[in-house]
């Protein structure tokens, strides 16, 4: 198969450090061009990637007709006008989580993309790490009867002011920024969308961002629990609880790429570890979407999902001012 040619919307940190060594490798990708809104710095990027063409602009990447697909890791607030000009230009799409600010302009941007005929996929890379088909594969057979419960911490250290992930406008926080994995885990691992939510939020006094979230997500005969933080001791794990059993994923969402991950299985009969890869998950998102853009499949994650998503951290947000129950 013909590698598909990709163009890169932004010098980002993500890309640089988790991203360009996987699809630089593959046999499957290539990554063809990187933009800026200063040409110098997509020139010293280009450089130093070895990437064949930079651009001084974002709009001079879409206009050549050599990109097939877009990658958009740009801030949060960006994602959908940028969605939304890369569909004009023909360019399928894989853009960052979240994929939007809210619902309504995921569904927007969606439809928009979809009228133009081009393929979209939200980038929750960790769907397609051995590792999440696998727990979802034994939550499937019963492996650990009734699921009661998924739980799910994410947590980092980062007060630098100026990263955008502490700038409210850019859409910085850690619902947006690492709950947004917890709420589409546990999604993901049930196969449903919950019925309502709940969620206890503290705020930076000076960034406004939220810093330390939790919720609950009501799937009806199952609950999701979580807590993400941005501005405490680095820590992630995953429990999937259930009436025979749990399932704990040690290592969920930042995986070495290197080396094998372990997700432990607990039972009345005793603990059994399942060791699972190495596999880069970078690497499976980029080439399972250039598979589908080559062979006219349908992505690995429908577009639809990303408003699904959306729609729960919308209530998430609703719930931090209610200080209620948020319908979905």
């Given at each position: 198969m013909e590698p598909v040619r990709w163009?890169?919307?932004?010098?980002?940190?993500?890309f640089r450090l988790r991203v360009f060594i996987p699809?630089?490798?593959?046999?499957?990708?290539?990554?063809?061009?990187?933009?800026?809104?200063?040409?110098?710095?997509?020139?010293?990027?280009?450089?130093?990637?070895?990437?064949?063409?930079?651009?001084?602009?974002?709009?001079?990447?879409?206009?050549?007709?050599?990109i097939e697909v877009v990658y958009i890791p740009l801030p949060n607030h960006m994602h959908a006008q940028w969605v939304k000009k890369a569909a004009d230009a023909g360019?399928?799409?894989?853009?960052?989580?979240?994929?939007?600010?809210?619902?309504?302009?995921?569904?927007?941007?969606?439809?928009?993309?979809?009228?133009?005929?081009?393929?979209?996929m939200e980038a929750f890379m960790h769907r397609l790490h051995p590792q999440w088909r696998r727990a979802r594969d034994l939550v499937l057979v019963g492996e650990i009867g009734n699921i009661l419960s998924v739980n799910t911490s994410f947590m980092y250290r980062l007060t630098d002011p100026t990263n955008i992930r502490n700038i409210m406008e850019a859409g910085g926080g850690a619902i947006r920024d690492i709950g947004c994995y917890a709420v589409n885990s546990a999604r993901f691992l049930l196969n449903k969308e919950p019925i309502r939510v709940m969620s206890l939020v503290s705020r930076d006094p000076g960034f406004k961002t939220d810093i330390l979230s939790s919720?609950?997500?009501?799937?009806?005969?199952?609950?999701?629990?979580?807590?993400?933080?941005?501005?405490?001791?680095?820590?992630?794990?995953?429990?999937?609880?259930?009436?025979?059993?749990?399932?704990?994923i040690r290592n969920p969402f930042n995986i070495f790429p290197d080396v094998p991950v372990r997700v432990s299985?607990?039972?009345?009969?005793?603990?059994?570890?399942?060791?699972?890869?190495?596999?880069?998950q970078y690497a499976q998102e980029f080439d399972e979407f250039s598979k589908s853009v080559r062979e006219g499949k349908i992505v690995p994650t429908p577009p639809e999902d990303a408003i699904k998503n959306q729609k729960v951290l919308d209530a998430l947000f609703r719930s931090e001012k209610t200080n209620n129950w948020e319908k979905i």
């Open positions: 163009g890169i919307l932004g010098v980002s940190g993500h699809t630089r490798d593959s046999q499957l990708v290539k990554i063809h061009g990187i933009a800026s809104r200063q040409a110098e710095k997509a020139k010293k990027a280009a450089e130093e990637m070895n990437i064949p063409v930079s651009y001084g602009s974002y709009e001079e990447l879409l206009e050549d007709d050599d360019k399928h799409i894989l853009c960052e989580k979240p994929f939007a600010m809210n619902a309504k302009e995921a569904k927007d941007a969606i439809e928009y993309a979809e009228k133009k005929g081009v393929m979209l919720g609950i997500l009501d799937f009806g005969d199952t609950r999701s629990v979580f807590t993400v933080g941005t501005q405490i001791y680095p820590f992630q794990r995953v429990d999937i609880h259930g009436s025979d059993g749990r399932i704990t299985v607990t039972t009345d009969v005793g603990k059994r570890d399942l060791h699972i890869g190495p596999a880069d």
